[in-house]
């Protein structure tokens, strides 16, 4: 198990140098330049180059890519003389529109995002795995065909609209629920469930219709196994045949594709905290890409990256819990 984690570790470490090294380049390429948005419109073409220089854009596109890697595990400094800033570990370079430390802007919405990716995803999963399950047990019948034809619709509703109409049905007309506004989980936790429901039920309602449907397959698959009928055959509850040895087995691409979308989910829901003014991660980078901050919009892509490699490491580890012939 310890050669295996280390394995998984250095791997990750390899995808994620990949990832920087491939975004970093692209970020190089792009037409638009940060120093000129950190100067402004106004800027005078002397004052563009002090800028430039004082950001390091003037240096190789190699050095600016080692600096930044430095700074990630040792912290840099940025800039040079008396207005140096000093960036500290880990440095994933320095907001100009913002005027503080990319790694303290993701801190600071990072505990939102998770609390929307985590409520979100206890919502799917117990609708999809409850739905899917249901559907195969009672494969080919009336009810199958109404939750998967059910699933089919809503997985062809884009969040947005979801989201518009929840808010329109839910605040507007009805007033049932507040307008969505972040509440720390320490300071109320009865607003911060009642102002994050709604963003909750809008992502649950799309990934619970993949979930159903994935589940579904696999729940089938699996119940037409031989060792399902030998566990039949030795006279167990049904309970037990369908939990025990047909749940854990087919829970297996279930979980890959709840590691997945978790992993993306965590690092921010563009659309959806967009539309609920929920100031997460994903609305971080919406605005990152508004004004074409390019160190938010890289620290946000690594982040990203980090998050959905760790969850598929975590969930590698789960296999051989939820699946006991992944021991053998």
Request: with cysteine; aromatic share 10%; glycine share 8%.
């Amino acid at each position: 198990m310890i050669a295996y984690l280390t394995r998984r570790c250095l791997g990750v470490a390899g995808v994620l140098l990949a990832i920087c090294a491939v975004t970093f380049t692209i970020f190089y390429l792009l037409p638009a330049d940060p120093a000129a948005a950190a100067c402004g419109k106004t800027c005078s073409p002397e004052r563009l180059a002090e800028v430039r220089h004082f950001m390091g854009l003037d240096q190789p596109v190699w050095r600016q890519f080692g600096d930044y890697l430095v700074g990630i595990f040792a912290g840099r400094e940025l800039g040079s003389g008396p207005h140096a800033i000093q960036c500290g570990f880990p440095c994933l370079g320095y907001s100009y529109e913002n005027a503080l430390p990319v790694w303290d802007l993701l801190m600071d919405r990072l505990p939102v995002s998770v609390s929307l990716a985590f409520g979100a995803a206890c919502l799917w999963l117990v609708l999809g795995l409850t739905a899917g399950v249901t559907a195969a047990l009672r494969k080919g019948g009336l009810l199958d065909r109404t939750l998967m034809v059910g699933a089919v619709a809503t997985a062809s509703l884009p969040v947005y609209f979801t989201a518009v109409m929840l808010l329109y049905g839910l605040v507007r007309l009805t007033g049932l629920l507040p307008y969505p506004a972040y509440v720390a989980l320490t300071d109320d936790p009865f607003a911060w469930a009642a102002n994050l429901l709604l963003p909750w039920v809008a992502l649950a309602l799309l990934y619970a219709a993949m979930y159903a449907r994935q589940s579904r397959s696999s729940m089938i698959e699996t119940m037409e196994q031989p060792y399902i009928r030998t566990a039949r055959a030795k006279g167990l509850p049904a309970r037990t045949v369908v939990v025990k040895h047909g749940l854990r087995s087919a829970m297996t691409p279930v979980l890959t594709l709840f590691g997945m979308d978790l992993g993306a989910l965590l690092a921010g829901a563009v659309i959806t905290e967009s539309i609920f003014g929920i100031p997460g991660v994903g609305r971080l980078f919406y605005d990152a890409l508004q004004r074409s901050d390019q160190p938010v919009v890289l620290g946000v892509t690594l982040l990203a990256a980090f998050f959905i490699v760790a969850a598929n490491v975590v969930i590698d580890l789960l296999y051989a819990v939820v699946d006991p012939r992944v021991r053998n």
